[in-house]
């Protein structure tokens, strides 16, 4: 998976990470986070709050 893959990533996040408040987290944990997922190869210094806001928001209407 690479960041531009926001919707795979929030399944992931979802799967991996069921407990979690996807609404008040700190984008440090969720980078973190998505670094950590299996499958996940791209370069950690690409991401921006852009990105893992977009992550956030799918991770949030995975959840619905």
Request: proline share 5%.
């Amino acid at each position: 998976m690479k960041w531009t893959d926001v919707f795979d990533i929030a399944i992931a996040l979802e799967e991996t990470h069921p407990d979690k408040d996807a609404v008040n987290l700190r984008f440090t944990d969720l980078h973190k986070w998505v670094c950590e997922l299996p499958g996940f190869d791209d370069d950690p210094k690409r991401s921006n709050e852009k990105t893992l806001e977009a992550i956030q928001m799918a991770w949030l209407d995975e959840r619905d």
